[in-house]
């Protein structure tokens, strides 16, 4: 799980790609100034005046291409300030690591440091004979910077689009659905012999506390089981992806453990940051979409058209979910005996993280609560019978908020009639 931690530190920095870029640009100069030396010292003759560069034309070239491609970060750099402003005010600051992580950002960043390097370090090596691949190389990485900077602005001026970004979120939110709902090399079980059950819980713990503060950002399930397999005891599990837990809060216990000092070691397998994200965390990316909801029913924006966008994206969501979700409790090694006793979220918890504050928001806009209605239809719809269940009895939650006696005729009837088709999918 070390990995893990230093991969989510990377991915969720803003240096690693272009510091990358700005190594691969200083190793290019060097190949470039030994291939030019070893041309000019062998093949100098042999070459056509046009192929030859001289080195006050090629510093004035570097120095110029320098300022260009500072000149072009600082644009960059400041349309990025923009669209985070953008993000922070109208959307919502969960939705900044989205843009910051974007690998077309980085890019594009790392390309500036890419031809800022190779430029400077070529202008400070430049010698006084003439020069030949330097030159030719530089102007095409000048092209290719210039290609960059204008595909930066389009990929920018797409990000603020609030409809590409809530189409970004749901399909970032459907590919950790279809991480976190994997086929695993364990067995997972939504039940359990209940007087095993009942005699484990009797049982001495000795109880794991969190070393730091912090959201819960990753598990390792297979680390867990192979753990319990190897000390040959179970592992009780308190905490979820995306919980936040205390510093010195119980995450995990340990029963018919021998030696308890190995209990301790068991938290490399628990991440703890100081931020969401959004690997395993399926409620993360709903949380999202809810928040972009919420402003775009705000009076200061008064939008309800997005937050309808935002209610269906949800919806799509949730219905990704109800196809692969179970209540898994109970965690197995391959030889059937029992290693981790989990405590996983519900769907119910879903469909209340999701909606809740929609809800409460948007009870008094017909079009919002009509969406709601139609939303829970169409995931009923498609779910199976398990999922339907629980959907209905959700459902009540939502319609104790319309006051149907003080809407207009039309409202009421708009209303009704999605109200009706969602009772036929019961047979109501």
């Known amino acids: 799980m070390r990995k893990e931690k230093i991969w989510i530190n990377v991915r969720d920095s803003f240096w690693f790609l272009p510091a990358i870029y700005g190594v691969m640009s200083i190793v290019l100069v060097v190949v470039v100034n030994s291939a030019d030396s070893w041309i000019l010292s062998h093949l100098k003759e042999q070459l056509p005046n046009i192929a030859l560069t001289s080195s006050n034309v090629a510093k004035e070239l570097y ?25 922070t005010t109208q959307f919502s600051p969960r939705t900044l690591q989205d843009f910051m992580r974007s690998s077309t950002t980085q890019h ?23 020069i030949v691949i330097g030159p030719i190389l ?14 930066f602005i389009h990929h920018s001026a797409r990000w ?14 459907s590919n950790v659905i279809k991480h976190a709902y994997q086929q695993q090399d364990y067995l997972e079980y939504e039940e359990w012999n209940e007087g095993e059950v009942r005699y484990l819980q009797t049982q001495t713990k000795r109880h794991v506390c969190a070393s730091k503060s912090g959201y819960v950002q990753e598990i390792d399930w297979k680390g867990l089981v192979n753990w319990a397999k190897h000390e040959n005891c179970i592992v009780h599990l308190h905490v979820q992806i995306g919980d936040f837990v205390l510093m010195d809060s119980p995450v995990i216990s340990g029963i018919n453990l021998d030696q308890w000092k190995k209990l301790d070691d068991i938290q490399r397998y628990l991440i703890i940051g100081n931020e969401r994200t959004d690997l395993q965390d399926v409620e993360f990316s709903l949380q999202k979409l809810v928040e972009i909801a919420l402003r775009a029913i705000s009076p200061a924006i008064n939008d309800p058209h997005t937050a309808i966008n935002c209610i269906n994206r949800i919806g799509a969501l949730l219905s990704e979910v109800s196809t692969n979700y179970k209540e898994i409790y109970y965690l197995a090694d391959k030889a059937g005996n029992l290693r981790v006793i989990n405590e996983p979220k519900k769907y119910e918890d879903y469909l209340y993280k999701s909606f809740y504050q929609i809800r409460h928001y948007g009870k008094d806009d017909v079009s919002v609560l009509y969406g709601l209605i139609e939303v829970l239809y169409k995931i009923a719809f498609v779910s199976n019978k398990k999922i339907k269940q629980k959907i209905w009895r959700f ?3 939502i319609v104790d908020v319309i006051e149907w006696d003080t809407l207009s005729e039309l409202d009421r009837q708009h209303l009704q009639s ?9 047979g109501e």
């Open 63 to 87: 120095a110029s291409l320098v300022t260009a491609i500072l000149t072009m970060t600082t644009i960059s750099f400041s349309v990025i300030m923009v669209v985070l402003t953008t993000y």
């Open 395 to 397: 459902h009540y939650y």
């Open 418 to 426: 999605i109200y009706r088709k969602f009772r036929s999918c019961y």
């Open 138 to 151: 530089m102007g095409i990485i000048a092209i290719m910077v210039l290609g960059f900077f204008v595909y």
């Open 108 to 130: 594009v960043l790392g390309m500036y440091c890419f031809g800022f390097v190779f430029a400077l370090l070529h202008l400070l090596l430049v010698g006084k004979g003439s």
């Open 160 to 173: 603020i689009q609030v409809n590409n970004l809530i189409s970004k979120i749901r399909i970032d939110g």
